[in-house]
């Protein structure tokens, strides 16, 4: 387990600034589905915080400066 979660980690680095756009691309598409788009309240309220939470972590994963 610690060999794949550390290869994982790897090829994040490798491929950081592919992986930065498309996760700031979801964090924006996430903002407005959330107030443009989506009238569930439930939805709105439960669904968004756990993937933006989920999104800033791997954010925050791939977050170091570039060579």
Do not use: Q
Not at 36 to 64: D, K, Q, Y
């Amino acid at each position: 387990m610690a060999f794949a979660l550390e290869s994982l980690w790897r090829w994040a680095h490798r491929k950081r600034r592919i992986l930065r756009l498309l996760i700031l691309v979801a964090i924006a598409s996430l903002f407005v589905d959330g107030f443009l788009i989506e009238r569930s309240f439930a939805h709105l309220m439960l669904l968004h915080p756990v993937l933006l939470v989920a999104l800033l972590g791997a954010l925050t994963l791939t977050w170091a400066p570039d060579e």
